[in-house]
């Protein structure tokens, strides 16, 4: 049995909703963002759970301990929220950019469908 991570399961799904062969074209354009928003979290998670352990492990006495604890908070932040690496507004479906937050609107709007009566169907009142 496989054993997948949450993040690893997003980009997965997000992966096999825009490779399926009825792709809405909402699906194909969100489906993307929402790979790399997948991607930015995987990569900082690893780094967030390091610092912690080190914090864990560190003397309360440490003069490191105040700063790894703002990295800690700050990369925290930044898995939820995003970052702008490029200085411009909003935060972009860019490597290194997005976060949490910013995944959750263009996985929402995979699942936008518009759906349009028949031409000879009547709609009722």
Known sequence: ???HSYIQE????????LTSPDATRNMLIHGEHV???AANIGEWTPQLR???IAIL???FDSPDLERMIGE???LADKIRNG???NGDEPIEPISGEGGAITAYEPAYYMAVTVIFPLAN???AP
């Open 50 to 52: 390091d610092l912690l």
């Open 121 to 123: 169907e009547k709609i």
């Open 83 to 85: 970052i702008h690496i």
């Open 72 to 74: 800690a908070v700050a």
């Open 1 to 3: 049995m496989s054993h």
């Open 57 to 59: 492990e560190s003397p």
């Open 35 to 37: 790979k790399i928003y």
């Open 10 to 17: 997003i980009f997965t799904h997000a992966d096999l909703s």
